[in-house]
């Protein structure tokens, strides 16, 4: 999130690699799991960065969202608390992760 980390967000590397996924992924992901093709405007990063470099600048730690899933999921996160981490294959390890239920997301 813009704010503390500002200075990453604003980078130019950042912009590249924002852009670049925009253009190879340009729909929402949680929404074509429900199949919708929304055009995504919000590249987030699956497992949090903290400020992290190997992790913001991962492209395979990037998701490309529309900005009702983002804010929802984000303000999922931090009404719930989810654990933060991920496996191998870049998979949030808490199974309450909004990733995770996708597939029986309500309405
Ligand atoms: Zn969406």
């Known amino acids: 999130m813009p ?11 950042w912009r590249r690699l924002r852009a ?13 799991a429900q199949g919708y093709d929304t055009t995504a405007t919000v590249v987030d990063h699956r ?6 470099l190997r992790l913001f600048f991962d492209p395979s730690n ?8 983002h804010d929802s999921s984000k303000q999922w996160e931090e009404r719930r608390g989810i654990e933060p981490g991920c496996d191998a294959n870049g998979n949030p390890l808490d199974a309450r992760h909004p990733w995770n239920q996708r597939a029986r997301s309500t309405s």
Do not use: D, F, I, T
Request: proline share 11%; hydrophobic share 25%.
């Open 3 to 13: 704010g503390q980390w500002s200075h990453l967000y604003n980078s130019p590397r």
């Open 20 to 32: 670049a996924h925009l253009h190879e992924h340009p729909c929402c992901v949680m929404c074509l």
């Open 47 to 52: 497992c949090p960065h903290h400020g992290n």
């Open 62 to 69: 990037l998701q490309s969202l529309c900005k009702p899933h």
